[in-house]
């Protein structure tokens, strides 16, 4: 199908913020690399790194400096519709290059609360990336996924690779089908990456992500650590790689 049959398109909402909230064209423009996150804590800490000032148009945006490097931070309401459309408004303001950082819960019995993830792949059981042509297995910009884990090794930091489960239905997860993708190789659940990355593939952007676990599965039941020390400190060492990374020149 043609793109512009579409109604409704990533353009649109730009001429949205310029004729109808009347934002010119440098308060309309971001940055090429940003991080995506999915709560308010990890917004607000990366925001500091960054010396973050808040868009014209959204409390939730920001742009500053990861070093010298021009960079940008962006949040969205958990699962996959809202933050599919938030790239894609990010992306029509001028964002290539995006982390997508924040937790998962672990569907294997030794990957624990607050240990790090950083997924190959992903099994989609979620109804945006259809729409995108997803494909069979959608997975990462290899090259920002290889930066990311060279920046962790760089940081002593050990993390578990594998799949990733992106559902929309977190109180439908069954222990059944949990089961059978272990043993297929995935690690972790979340309610996004599949739709992140495939819709990146669609509009040429760069899309890869870094979890932290927050929640365990894998074992006889749920095992909850939201605000377990272990959970909050994960977050706080992701969040440092994840600026170095945006810091760095070229890419």
């Known amino acids: 199908m043609k793109e512009s049959g579409f109604i409704v398109r990533p353009e649109h909402f730009l001429r949205y913020l310029r004729k109808d909230l009347h934002l010119n064209?440098?308060?309309?423009?971001?940055?090429?690399?940003?991080?995506?996150?999915?709560g308010g804590d990890e917004f607000r800490a990366v925001r500091r790194a960054i010396h973050g000032a808040p868009s014209a148009w959204s409390r939730w945006v920001a742009v500053g400096k990861a070093g010298r490097v021009p960079a940008a931070v962006f949040r969205s309401h958990i699962?996959?519709?809202?933050?599919?459309?938030?790239?894609?408004?990010?992306?029509?303001?001028?964002?290539?290059?995006?982390?997508?950082?924040?937790?998962?819960?672990?569907?294997?019995?030794?990957?624990?609360?607050?240990?790090?993830?950083?997924?190959?792949?992903?099994?989609?059981?979620?109804?945006?990336?259809?729409?995108?042509?997803?494909?069979?297995?959608?997975?990462?910009?290899?090259?920002?996924?290889?930066?990311?884990?060279?920046?962790?090794?760089?940081?002593?930091?050990?993390?578990?690779?594998?799949?990733?489960?992106?559902?929309?239905?977190?109180?439908?997860?069954?222990?059944?089908?949990?089961?059978?993708?272990?043993?297929?190789?995935?690690?972790?659940?979340?309610?996004?990456?599949?739709?992140?990355?495939t819709v990146a593939r669609h509009r040429g952007m760069r899309v890869a992500s870094v979890f932290v676990v927050s929640d365990e599965l894998g074992g006889p039941g749920w095992n909850p650590g939201f605000h377990h020390e272990r959970h909050v400190e994960g977050l706080r060492r992701a969040a440092r790689v994840v600026v170095g990374i945006l810091s760095r020149r070229g890419g």
Do not use: N
């Open 25 to 38: 064209a440098s308060q309309t423009r971001l940055p090429r690399r940003a991080v995506h996150v999915f």
């Open 79 to 197: 699962g996959a519709p809202a933050s599919a459309m938030d790239l894609e408004e990010m992306g029509v303001l001028g964002v290539r290059e995006v982390i997508a950082f924040g937790s998962c819960g672990s569907i294997v019995k030794d990957l624990r609360i607050g240990d790090l993830v950083v997924p190959d792949f992903a099994v989609s059981d979620e109804g945006t990336s259809r729409h995108y042509g997803v494909p069979r297995r959608p997975e990462p910009d290899p090259g920002l996924r290889a930066t990311i884990l060279a920046a962790c090794a760089s940081g002593g930091l050990t993390v578990r690779e594998g799949g990733v489960w992106t559902t929309d239905a977190p109180y439908r997860e069954h222990r059944d089908r949990a089961t059978r993708l272990a043993k297929r190789g995935v690690v972790a659940v979340d309610m996004e990456a599949a739709a992140l990355w």
